[in-house]
Nanobody
């Protein structure tokens, strides 16, 4: 199963974007579905994840209170509402799934299904 992200773009600082993510086979798999990002010259980092059972959400400190991860009622599309964007948020955003336990939800190496990401550029 591969996950595809879309909906990035160019936005000014303080603006908003809402990229989305869908699975190649329809319903999501795994224990959780997450968003990660990779800025030029940096490693891929955790942004947020949503637990499939129960819908609990978890965020990186850098995006907490600005970003919201959610899914649609059919549970086939994942969203990342990004508000009050900053130039440091500029990156390619990816979504992926994991079968890991809660304590490993922030570990990029625990995730699978990496597809093509979507570029988010925030201008100052």
């Amino acid at each position: 199963v591969q996950l595809q992200a879309s909906g990035g773009g160019l936005v000014q600082a303080g603006g908003s974007l809402r990229p989305s993510c869908s699975a190649s086979t329809g319903p999501f798999v795994g224990n959780a579905i997450g968003w990660f990002r990779q800025a030029p010259g940096k490693e891929r980092e955790f942004v947020a994840t949503l637990r499939r059972s129960g819908g609990n959400t978890y965020y990186a400190d850098s995006v907490k209170d600005r970003f919201t991860i959610s899914r649609d009622s059919a549970k086939t599309t994942l969203y990342l509402q990004m508000n009050n964007l900053k130039p440091d948020d500029t990156a390619v955003y990816y979504c992926a799934y994991t079968y890991a336990v809660l304590s490993s939800y922030r570990d990029v190496n625990q995730y699978n299904g990496w597809g093509q990401g979507t570029l988010v550029t925030v201008s100052s």
